[in-house]
T-cell receptor, first 112, second 109 residues
Framework: DTAVSQTPKYLVTQMGNDKSIKCEQNLGHDTMYWYKQDSKKFLKIMFSYNNKELIINETVPNRFSPKSPDKAHLNLHINSLELGDSAVYFC???????????FGEGSRLTVL | TQLLEQSPQFLSIQEGENLTVYCNSSSVFSSLQWYRQEPGEGPVLLVTVVTGGEVKKLKRLTFQFGDARKDSSLHITAAQPGDTGLYLCAGNTGNQFYFGTGTSLTVIP
């Protein structure tokens, strides 16, 4: 069973479109994250939710809106996609009291 | 945003050689982790170091946390092709994990 699963794995879309990426974890973790990995492989945190509450919101454009319907799910919706949004988006989870981050396989977004 | 600089950025070595990767910051972290990421996959945790000066060994990998908890190093002895991948350090402050700039290692058979 996949611990942290993201869908879709690949997403190719036109500028200006709206798209969503979904993430689910079956590890019983209470904290989930979205990270963006750029072409230079730098992993930058975007958002974090603990028990469905937003606890970290880094400097991310308002076009990005996370939603956590429950502890096991964290989705990312992106409005009005721009070329610079092209990247691999990783979902991760952990127990707040523990250290290890468990990552999904990533969702590669390409904006044309 | 906390910045963790890793060096070198790229490393290509022959099988059997030793190597060291460095992770430096001006910030103090409560813990520091090392992850390895393979193409098409997410990063996977290798080790967590918590105490300043701590040294941890994982088979051929040796991890050290700086005394001031601002920097760390990863030493690999007798590198093997299976060690190929992107190595990322990550500093932890509370809820946040700040990742380093990454070191891409290629071990040539």
């Amino acid at each position: 069973d996949t611990a942290v699963s993201q869908t879709p794995k690949y997403l190719v879309t036109q500028m200006g479109n709206d798209k969503s990426i979904k993430c689910e974890q079956n590890l019983g973790h209470d904290t989930m994250y979205w990270y963006k990995q750029d072409s230079k492989k730098f992993l930058k945190i975007m958002f974090s939710y603990n028990n469905k509450e937003l606890i970290i919101n880094e400097t991310v454009p308002n076009r990005f809106s996370p939603k956590s319907p429950d502890k096991a799910h964290l989705n990312l919706h992106i409005n009005s996609l721009e070329l610079g949004d092209s990247a691999v988006y990783f979902c991760a989870s952990r127990l707040l009291a523990a250290g290890e981050l468990f990552f999904g396989e990533g969702s590669r977004l390409t904006v044309l | 945003t906390q910045l963790l600089e890793q060096s070198p950025q790229f490393l290509s070595i022959q099988e059997g050689e030793n190597l060291t990767v460095y992770c430096n910051s001006s910030s103090v972290f409560s813990s520091l982790q090392w992850y390895r990421q393979e193409p098409g996959e997410g990063p996977v945790l290798l080790v967590t170091v918590v105490t300043g000066g701590e040294v941890k060994k994982l088979k051929r990998l040796t991890f050290q946390f700086g005394d001031a908890r601002k920097d760390s190093s990863l030493h690999i002895t007798a590198a093997q092709p299976g060690d190929t991948g992107l190595y990322l350090c990550a500093g932890n402050t509370g809820n946040q994990f700040y990742f380093g700039t990454g070191t891409s290692l290629t071990v040539i058979p």
